[in-house]
């Protein structure tokens, strides 16, 4: 009984959708209120993203999203020089990029283990001296060699 009378109160109420007379808008509640598609509109629990519109996120072959115009893995050994060395715990070398014969202004922080230049050139140790890398190459009779490169500590 009390089923029965609840949705014989619903159905009178008159909320109900309704087709309107074009047969693409729909009526919700016999108000003014009409939607093209109502299966368009927005989730309310979906959160909104901002972003911000100064900051442009670029993909790198790698895969890896940064906001950085340049890599410091894809300059050259000849180009990099080291300004300062952080011994610790966790050693850091902190190094410039040439530009021309002037030092650029972005600083970049090197850590044991990274791969530096186009041919992977592997730090091997930063020293207070310098920073030493390892390189792998094939020679001409098609066998592996390694060099080792010592990047000095500049004082410009």
Do not use: W
Not at 73 to 87: A, F, L, Q, T, W
């Amino acid at each position: 009984m009390k089923k029965t009378l609840l949705v014989f109160i619903f159905c009178v109420s008159g909320a109900s959708f309704s087709q309107d007379t074009s047969g693409t808008a729909y009526s919700l509640f016999k108000s003014n209120t009409y939607l093209k598609n109502p299966l368009d509109l927005r989730d309310p629990f979906k959160r909104r993203i901002n972003k911000k519109k100064g900051q442009q996120q670029k993909i790198h072959e790698s895969g890896v999203y940064t906001n950085q115009a340049e890599r410091i893995e894809d300059k050259s050994i000849e180009s990099i020089r080291i300004v300062g060395v952080m011994i610790g715990k966790e050693r850091r070398a902190i190094a410039k990029v040439t530009a021309g014969k002037t030092l650029g202004n972005e600083v970049y922080f090197i850590k044991e283990g990274m791969k530096l230049g186009p041919n992977g050139a592997e730090v091997k140790a930063i020293l207070p001296g310098g920073v030493v890398l390892v390189e792998k190459i094939r020679n001409v009779y098609d066998q592996d060699e390694y060099l080792e490169t010592v990047i000095p500590v500049s004082n410009e």
